[in-house]
């Protein structure tokens, strides 16, 4: 392909991409394909002879597009958003056509002192302590790991990564609600998963700081180390805030590192009634939130602070004779010791334009925007007696489920399950669940860029739907 077929083609991708987003309500929000149908739609061999953009591009639309759920749909309401908008789409095109790889300093000096910047816009926006020091990561699972690889070298004055483990017995602590990168990323530091306790929690699901400190007293009686405790600011399954504060001083006694995960709910505290949720931060050790979930940041673009930029260095920085530069030494940051991989994209750039192009007022709006709606379908919600909210509704995450009276706890499991299936399978809109004190809960999400009332109206509408099949064949 010439320049001048790329331009040509180029100008065919943005008008299907602006369709897309124009028509993209014409999609089945959530895949309608079953296992292996794409697979086998595309031929055993790779082609000998190069193919056509026409041909590719036609295969596109006809296999892919079917196989693909429709994350920037205004009736996606799974999971947590992967949000995107306008500014960063572009913004993204540009990263592509840069190609930058932007490991340290001298490969990019933009792409360093752009990052710098927006990290100092993302504290001022979200009341991040100012003496923090920010690094754009892939994921909050990666950012939670170096959380957990900085906390082991900052306590073994950076011997692990030296002779590796010898006679360490460390531990780690979450709620059982945590996300589950913490799982994963104990087994990855060599910690061990049967190193991680699971502290329990309150009513509202968040972590009871008492539980916490008994557990660390009763690990140091019985010969370990507490390593690190992660609070999570806004589970996966129900938005519940961690007491911040009170881990921190808990954290601080027993000279435990303290992470804060805020991967999804952190967003929210650009809103100022919403900073209550990073009471005590300034305690902590490290800090994560995800521009890519609620922040209209295209996937991928995590927010990680921390209290120490030296340990987190130390733990990650890595000097080969062929990464050396004249810069070394002066006052730069090369990012490239501050995460786990080498190679980094120039994420910064759709931070930029999207800080710039909504603005502090635009953001905010859109925030309290999603909240009000989530508020107002839980008051809707509460007004049906074969309804029960199971959470508390703090942002734009409702957990409930239908509950008629005297049915078992096994039937409504079923029964939601069946509530749940039937409106992915419809293609209309796409919820998920998760189990809370054993009750299967039907999540729904409010947060996705474009929605607005009636799309919510119409998710509850489906709902309602379902629930009136279920009670016509009760009667039958």
Known sequence: MNNQEFRKNAHQLVDWMADYFENIEQHPVKSQVVPRQVYDSLPNELPLKGESFADIFKDFEEKIIPGMTHWQHPSFFAYFPANGSFPSLLAEMLMSALGAQCMIWETSPAAAELEEKMMHWLKQLMGIPMHFEGVIQDTASTATLCAILTAREYYTDYQINIRGFRAEKFTIYCSEHTHSSIDKAVKIA???????????????????????????????????????????????????????????????????????????????????????????????DSYVFNPHKWMFTNFDCTAYFVKSKEALIRTFEIMPEYLKTK?????????????????????????????????????????????????????IIKQREDFEILAPVEFNLICFRYSPANTS?????????????????????????????GRYTLRLVIGQTNVTKKHVEAVWALILAEVAKIQTASLV
């Open 190 to 284: 060599g910690v061990g998963s049967a190193h991680l306790r699971k502290v329990a929690v309150d009513d509202t699901f968040a972590l009871r700081p008492e539980s916490l400190e008994s557990l660390i007293q009763q690990d140091i009686a019985q010969g370990y180390t507490p390593l690190c405790a992660i609070a999570a600011v806004g589970t996966t399954s129900s938005t519940a805030v961690d007491p911040v504060q009170a881990m921190g001083t808990i954290c601080k006694k027993y000279n435990v590192w303290l992470h804060v995960d805020a991967a999804y709910v952190g967003t929210a505290t650009m809103l100022p009634e919403k900073r209550w949720t990073i009471d005590g931060l300034e305690m902590a």
């Open 327 to 379: 810069s070394d030494g002066q006052k730069i940051n090369n990012y490239r010791d501050w995460g786990v991989p080498l190679g980094r994209r120039f994420r910064a750039l759709k931070l930029w334009f999207v800080m710039r192009s909504f603005g502090v007022e635009g953001l905010q709006q859109k925030i309290r925007g999603h909240i009000q709606l989530a508020q107002d379908l839980t008051e």
């Open 409 to 437: 706890e096994e039937t409504l499991n079923q029964i939601n399950a069946q509530i749940l299936h039937a409106i992915n399978d419809s293609g209309k809109a796409y919820l998920t669940h998760t189990k809370l004190n």
